[in-house]
């Protein structure tokens, strides 16, 4: 029996109930064991109740103690520093990383008047965003995804921005009204990923997991989550990121684009490309690029 842990929320119990459907197709006994994390009782500000890891810490916990034996998260909520002990197990194929809108009206960003209000959680979101010039008016939201769509519904807000993968997995990409180019706006490092995390010395679950992994979307995420740590950022900093893998000359080419908020205002905006055999490498040297940069 492979005990996974999960978040109780609805985006994370469909995740979660993924891959151990995924997992039970190729054999094994799943059971969801439901784990209850800081970001979910606590609807301060992300920033102002610990940021990093919020979500995933006690996931991290129980593995660690031994009352799990894998935990699903969403790759882009999983801090950079390893865990002792622990390891990904398994990177899935990815989601649409993109970004969305989902505004009042069937309206597209474009659309939007100038000071029309429009929701979002994310700095990275906030500070790309205003980098447009559109003229909106920003305001801070939290909560689950039904949540902030209600706030539209509502009338409280003209818009949200919410990442298209939550969307996808819950069924729900009709109320998006336009997805955005990620020349405007670009995702959050490993947006769209799921990361399958189990103990490094568990021989059978790595075993179990390996089926599971997608080896583009790991050399993808390893490159867009290098940039985040050598710009030693967090998951609520202002820093967007998205790597593909694409066919060159001479055989698979890594690419990668970078953005970072500044204090300012405005946003660096840089791109890269190097080996797939370290990707790793590419986001180190981009980041270096964007900090050096004027």
């Known amino acids: 029996m492979i005990k996974l842990g999960t978040r109780r929320s609805a985006l994370a119990t469909v995740q979660a109930t993924y891959i151990a459907d995924a997992l039970r197709s190729l054999g094994h006994e799943v059971e969801l064991v439901p784990i209850v994390t800081t970001g979910d009782v606590n609807r301060a500000p992300v920033e102002q109740i610990g940021g990093t890891g919020i979500f995933v810490s006690a996931l991290r916990d129980a593995l660690v103690a031994g009352e799990i034996d894998i935990a699903v998260h969403s790759l882009k909520d999983l801090p950079t520093a390893p865990i002792e002990g622990l390891t990904l197990g398994a990177i899935p194929v990815r989601e649409d990383p993109r970004d969305v809108l989902v505004a ?38 939290r909560g689950n995804v039904d949540t902030r769509i209600s706030m539209v519904a509502d009338g409280k807000l003209d818009a949200v921005v919410l990442a298209r993968a939550g969307l996808a997995r819950l069924g729900r990409l009709d109320e998006i009204t336009e997805t955005l180019d990620p020349i405007q706006v670009l995702p959050c490092p490993g947006q ?7 103990r490094s010395d568990d021989t059978a679950v790595l075993a179990a997991l390996a089926p599971l992994e997608d080896p583009a979307t790991r050399v993808a995420v390893t490159a867009e989550r290098q940039l985040l740590a050598t710009l030693e950022a967090g998951c609520t900093a202002p820093v967007g990121a998205l790597a593909e893998v694409v066919e060159g000359e001479d055989g698979p080419e890594l690419w990668l684009r970078g953005a970072l908020g500044e204090d300012g205002g405005g946003v660096r905006r840089l791109s890269a490309n190097g080996s797939v055999d370290d990707p790793a490498a590419v986001g180190r040297a981009l980041a270096h690029e964007l900090l050096e940069q004027t």
Do not use: F
């Open 192 to 198: 769209g990923a799921l990361g399958i995390e189990c």
């Open 104 to 141: 009042r009206d069937g309206l597209t960003l474009g659309e939007l008047q100038t000071g029309a209000l429009v929701g979002t959680g994310s700095a990275r979101r906030q500070a790309q965003l205003e980098a447009l010039g559109l003229g909106l008016e920003l305001t801070g939201i």
